[in-house]
């Protein structure tokens, strides 16, 4: 395996690379089957109204991203389920469950699948896997192997998929215009670009935050709307690399516990998504308090620049995730810790 690093010191920092162009694949393959929904007659996916999505860890946050996208575009109620507490089933003929697993070979996802009836599409990196097979419809990640324990590229095409996915249903459900779809589509076009321009932009700056914050023990990651999944994701990223304590919430709700933990230097990365008003206040309360605010956006002075599209797509700042992982990835180096193969944990957990 070590001939499939190429250049990069590890399968991690190959696999952070290799996103845009995942990206593009996907899209690729996706786009111009959105209209009238077709790619989910080619999929064999019945347009339900409701959809219950289930993943466990950074698959998870894309299934929140694609909840979100699935309200805002489609106007589709969709709730995510973490697959380890699945709730009691209640029969519901207008769902469709969607399991979100990179591997396919997770167990909690596959004994949560074993609560309901209805229909299940899963997007999946393995159209192989147990769960693809289980499954009545499979969406392929197409992202190649992904051998870093920590997901990089899979969580990013699962944005995607999803993102395609709500455009998909809300065309089939009569619920998008032919011009709104295409405005989508070129949104989604847009994306593996944008994700390049913010490895080279935020690559230089991420190694030497993290530098300075090498000696840091714990840290805070907020966002507002579109960027919360984001933000969980890049914690999610320094806990099981670095191993940082991190809290990783809505900016809004700090102030009722959490805005108790900052002191002076606390360290506070904040993901900005659009309206950036919102985020900038609760940043005052954060900064008055003592903490080291770190911006990941768009601005020319934030402290992590990522390359954002003139107007944010419904799944919000999916470049800042980008940022996020350079860090992670960085400070777990200067700390000389494994980045492949963080301790405690499996690439594929097969266990309930
Ligand atoms: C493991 C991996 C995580 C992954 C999670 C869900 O814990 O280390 O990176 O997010 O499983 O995996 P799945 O294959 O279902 O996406």
């Not at 065309?171 to 779809?181: K, M, P």
Request: aromatic fraction near 4%; charged fraction near 20%; glycine fraction near 6%.
């Amino acid at each position: 395996p070590l001939a499939d690093m190429g250049d990069a010191e590890d399968f991690t920092a190959r696999e952070i690379d290799d996103q845009p162009a995942a990206a593009a694949r996907l899209v690729d393959s996706l786009s111009e089957r959105l209209a009238g929904g077709l790619l989910l007659r080619e999929l064999g996916v019945p347009a339900r109204t409701r959809l219950r999505l289930v993943a466990c860890g950074s698959s998870s946050y894309a299934a929140h991203v694609t909840a979100a996208v699935l309200g805002s575009v489609a106007r589709i109620p969709a709730h995510v389920v973490v697959a380890s507490e699945p709730p009691p089933p209640v029969e519901d003929p207008d769902v469709l469950t969607v399991a979100f697993s990179q591997s396919g070979e997770t167990a909690d996802v596959l004994t949560a699948l074993e609560h309901w009836t209805d229909p299940v599409l899963a997007v999946t990196n393995n159209p192989r896997s147990t769960l693809a097979r289980r499954a009545d419809s499979v969406l392929d990640l197409a992202c190649g192997p992904e051998r870093g324990v920590a997901a990089t590229k899979s969580f990013t095409n699962q944005v995607l998929a999803g993102a395609a996915l709500a455009v998909a249903l809300a065309a089939a459900l009569g619920r998008l215009s032919t011009e709104d779809v295409a405005g989508f589509e070129a949104q989604l076009r847009a994306a593996p670009e944008h994700m390049a321009a913010t490895h080279r932009l935020a690559a230089p700056p991420a190694d030497r935050l993290a530098r300075d914050l090498a000696d840091e023990p714990a840290f805070i990651y907020v966002s507002r709307g579109a960027g919360v999944p984001y933000a969980l994701e890049g914690a999610l990223k320094l806990k099981e690399l670095a191993y940082r304590w991190v809290e990783a919430l809505p900016a809004g709700e700090l102030k009722h516990g959490p805005l108790a933990l900052i002191q002076e230097g606390t360290p506070v990365i904040a993901v900005q998504a659009r309206p950036h008003d919102r985020l900038a206040v609760n940043a005052r309360e954060m900064t008055t308090r003592g903490a080291r605010l770190i911006t990941v956006g768009p601005g020319e002075d934030a402290d992590l620049p990522v390359k954002a599209p003139a107007v944010e797509p419904p799944w919000g700042p999916l470049e800042s995730v980008v940022a996020l992982q350079h860090f992670a990835r960085g400070l777990t180096r200067l700390l000389g810790y494994d980045v492949d193969r963080p301790r405690n944990l499996a690439k594929s957990v097969t266990v309930e």
